[in-house]
Structure formats: structure tokens, C-alpha cells
């Protein structure tokens, strides 16, 4: 049905939202400047809202590669303590370490496969492992006679060095080494164990160092064919900095360079057939190439008495070795070797062999 103009105006009024203002204006300039205002201000609040949930835009926040650098090589000097674990492979042989370092010369060292623990300290350097030992002892008789004597027990005095490794214990070797220009890559928001980090990467090494100040390092991992202080293929965690190792020097350690600190280790200077007649008693002089420290069970000397023409065995008898001589001392000990005529066998043949158990 048809309507007056005006009516259809006033529909017009009525669907009008909003004040009308004085100047005839639905909105008028100033306003939509508040409003817009307002309104940038409510996205601002909303970004900082969702940026409060989730990781700045464009590494804002993030530290810097130079104070990520410095302060890896800060904190590592400056801790006075630290613990290094993991593996690596020296001279073709893989080890797993597991070290305790106080500055600044104090070194708790327990390696794996041959076994060695070490001590070192200021007041010198202690170890104990009868496997690594024995490797790198002679192979004759008299070497591995000290080997047995030492047992498991701590010893000094040798050319053994624990493993040293400046550019991974060294703020100024982990810096020139693996930081700085060698870096070629970041990655942030990575784990080493529950810990937050950030790697850093370049041919030789990935280095994860905590994201938190003072950037710790906490993980270090050779790239294949990368060779640092004489390893390869190194993954080294560390850990526990500035906790109290209480590493003390051992007590009672056999010290090779002065042998009289070790158990006794005879060795056999002569045999005496004279009075092997019937019965056939045997002697023989010992002398005694190591100390009197007391071993899990006394010398002992076998002897044998041997058929030249047949090599077969006539007879045999031991004696014990009491008491002990000192170092560089000699004795003598003697048994008889029961059914045995020296007058039917004057031909025989008599060895003597000691036997020095050591520490266990």
C-alpha cells in the first residue's frame, strides 16, 4: 500500500542506532578518533594478553649469540666446581668418564673399560685399577709381579696422567673452540634432560648451554670426524656446579717410585739341592723386591723336582715365606719333597717358583 513520503522518512529515524549529535552528524570527527583510538588500544591489550602465553615474535626476549657466548665462558670459569659424564673415544678405545673437577687442580676421575679411578690433588696424583694397570706395565714376569702386588689398591708414582681436556673445562677453550665464529646455527627451545636450552652449532660440535642467564653449559656432542684435546665422538653432560665433591687424598697409597710401600714381591735367586739325599730336602735364597706391607695371605715358594730324560714330574713341596724380610732384603726357605731319593735321582732337576699374593 502506498505511503507518504514523510512516514516512510520517519521509518528511516526509527532504525537509526546511536545519540544524534548537535551538528546533524551520525558520528562526528572527533569522535571516531576516541572510538578508533580505544579501539587500538584494546588490540594492543589482546597481543600482549596472547604474547603473555607463547614466545615473542622474532626472537624478542631471546639472549643475544655475544651474551650467550660470554656467558658460557664466564660461568664455566667461574664455577668453582663442576661435573663432567658421558663418553668419548681415545686411541681407539670408547670410555665413559665420569668427572668430579674443583678448582682449581682437585679431580675426582672414574673411567670405564679399562677400568681407573684417580685422585688428583695438590699433593699429587693417586689411582687405582688393576686392569689399566697391568696394560700399561711390562709384560715380563717382575712388572706383573708389582701388578699382582698392587691388588686393587691406590698406587702413586708412575707416569699415568688422568684426562685432561682444557677446551672443555676452560671458558677460553670452550669459546675458541666450539663458540663465537665456529658457531654456524641456533636453534632455541630445545631440552637437555628438564633443563630449557639452546643449541649452537658449527662443524666441530653442538653445544647446548641453558637459556636461562648465566647460560650454563650443559651439554657438549663432537661431530663425527671432529678431534678436541685427542677424543672423538664426545657426548659430555654436565652438571652439578658448585656442589662440594669432598675429594680428599687416599690414604696408605703404594707410591712405585719407592717399591719398599708395597706388599712383598720375592723373587727367586737360587735354589740349593745339597741336602736333597733321603730325604730330599730343597732350599732356596729370596729376595724381597718390595716391602713388608702386610698381603692377603703370606709368600709362598713352590718347588719342583723334574726328570731330565722325561720331563716327568717326581715329586713336589712348598714352603711358606715367614716372616717378611724388608725391601731389597734376602731369606731363605726350604721344604722336603717326600718319596724322593736324591741319591736315586742325581740327575733331577729342581725349580723353585714364588708366589706373592698382594693386596687384594
Known amino acids: 500500500m502506498w505511503r507518504p513520503a514523510r512516514l516512510a522518512e520517519e521509518d528511516r529515524a526509527l532504525c537509526w542506532v546511536g545519540p544524534l549529535w548537535g551538528n546533524g552528524e551520525d558520528t562526528p570527527a572527533v569522535t571516531r578518533a576516541v572510538l578508533e583510538a580505544g579501539g587500538r588500544v584494546a588490540l594492543a591489550l589482546a597481543a600482549l594478553v596472547m604474547l603473555a602465553a607463547c614466545d615473542l615474535p622474532f626472537g624478542l626476549g631471546l639472549p643475544t649469540i655475544r651474551a650467550l657466548n660470554s656467558g658460557a665462558a664466564d660461568s664455566l670459569d667461574a664455577a668453582k666446581s663442576l661435573r663432567i659424564t658421558g663418553t668419548y673415544t681415545e686411541s681407539d678405545n670408547l670410555w665413559t668418564i665420569d668427572l668430579e673437577l674443583v678448582r682449581p687442580r682437585t679431580e675426582h676421575v672414574l673411567l670405564r673399560t679399562p677400568n681407573l679411578e684417580a685422585i688428583i690433588t695438590d699433593h699429587g696424583s693417586y689411582f687405582r685399577g688393576q686392569q689399566f694397570l697391568a696394560s700399561h706395565m711390562g709384560t715380563d714376569p717382575y712388572s706383573q709381579s708389582l701388578v699382582k702386588a698392587a691388588g686393587d689398591a691406590w698406587w702413586t708414582g708412575l707416569a699415568t696422567l688422568a684426562p685432561d681436556f682444557p677446551d672443555f673445562t676452560e671458558g677460553s677453550g670452550l669459546r675458541s673452540t666450539f663458540l663465537g665464529t665456529a658457531v654456524t646455527s641456533r636453534t632455541d627451545h630445545v631440552w637437555v634432560g628438564h633443563v630449557p636450552a639452546i643449541e649452537?652449532?658449527?662443524?666441530?660440535?653442538?653445544?647446548?648451554?641453558?637459556?636461562?642467564?648465566?647460560?650454563?653449559?650443559?651439554?657438549?656432542?663432537?661431530?663425527?670426524g671432529a678431534v678436541v684435546d685427542g677424543i672423538s665422538d664426545a657426548d659430555l653432560l654436565y652438571s652439578d656446579f658448585g656442589r662440594d665433591f669432598a675429594i680428599v687424598a687416599p690414604a696408605g697409597a703404594l707410591d712405585f717410585a719407592d717399591l719398599s710401600t708395597l706388599p712383598p714381591v720375592y723373587t727367586v735367586v737360587s735354589v740349593d739341592t745339597s741336602g736333597c739325599t733321603s730325604p730330599c730336602v730343597v732350599a732356596a735364597s729370596l729376595k724381597n723386591l718390595g716391602g713388608r706391607i702386610a698381603a692377603r695371605a703370606p709368600s709362598t715358594v713352590a718347588f719342583t723336582i723334574t726328570d731330565p730324560q722325561t720331563n716327568a714330574v717326581l715329586g713336589t713341596c712348598s714352603a711358606t715365606v715367614q716372616p717378611d724380610v724388608g725391601h731389597s732384603a734376602t731369606t731363605v726357605v726350604s721344604c722336603a719333597i717326600s718319596g724322593v731319593s736324591g741319591l736315586e735321582h742325581n740327575a733331577a732337576v729342581v725349580t723353585a717358583a714364588a708366589t706373592n699374593p698382594g693386596l687384594a
Not at 200 to 224: I, K, M, N, Q, T
Request: charged share 30%; glycine share 4%.
Open 200 to 224: 649452537l652449532s658449527g662443524p666441530r660440535a653442538d653445544v647446548f648451554l641453558a637459556e636461562a642467564p648465566p647460560y650454563r653449559v650443559l651439554r657438549v656432542h663432537l661431530r663425527r
